[in-house]
């Protein structure tokens, strides 16, 4: 499985972008899928996940309510909605898709998001 990120960029505080993660060369409802991101200096971690039917989605705290993952079956990409964004949503955001949960397979190169004050 291939995985391509798109949609990241400078944003103010407050702001919103939505990433996008086009996947290519499997099924693509046979995965789930997750976004992980990476703040300089910092490890990789958990932002949120949806499940093969997309009927079941899982965030980390601090973007509950600001954040939503989808996918669209029939574009092969997951998306990550992100709104209210604050000075901490900076990082590299990766599209990461799993065969089961927690079985992280196959990663995106990643795409920079940067919240400016």
């Known amino acids: 499985v291939q995985l391509v990120e798109s949609g990241g960029g400078l944003v103010q505080a407050g702001g919103s972008l939505r990433l996008s993660c086009a996947a290519s060369?499997?099924?693509?409802?046979?995965?789930?899928m997750s976004w992980f991101r990476q703040a300089p200096g910092k490890e990789r971690s958990f932002v949120a996940s949806i499940s093969w039917s997309g009927s079941a989605t899982s965030y980390r705290d601090s973007v509950k309510g600001r954040f939503t993952i989808s996918r669209e079956r029939a574009k092969n990409t997951v998306y990550l909605q992100m709104n209210s964004l604050k000075l901490e949503d900076t990082a590299v955001y990766y599209c990461?898709?799993?065969?089961?949960?927690?079985?992280?397979?196959?990663w995106g190169q990643g795409t920079q998001v940067t919240v400016s004050s």
């Open positions: 990461v898709a799993a065969s089961t949960p927690g079985a992280y397979k196959y």
């Open positions: 060369g499997d099924t693509f409802s046979r995965y789930y």
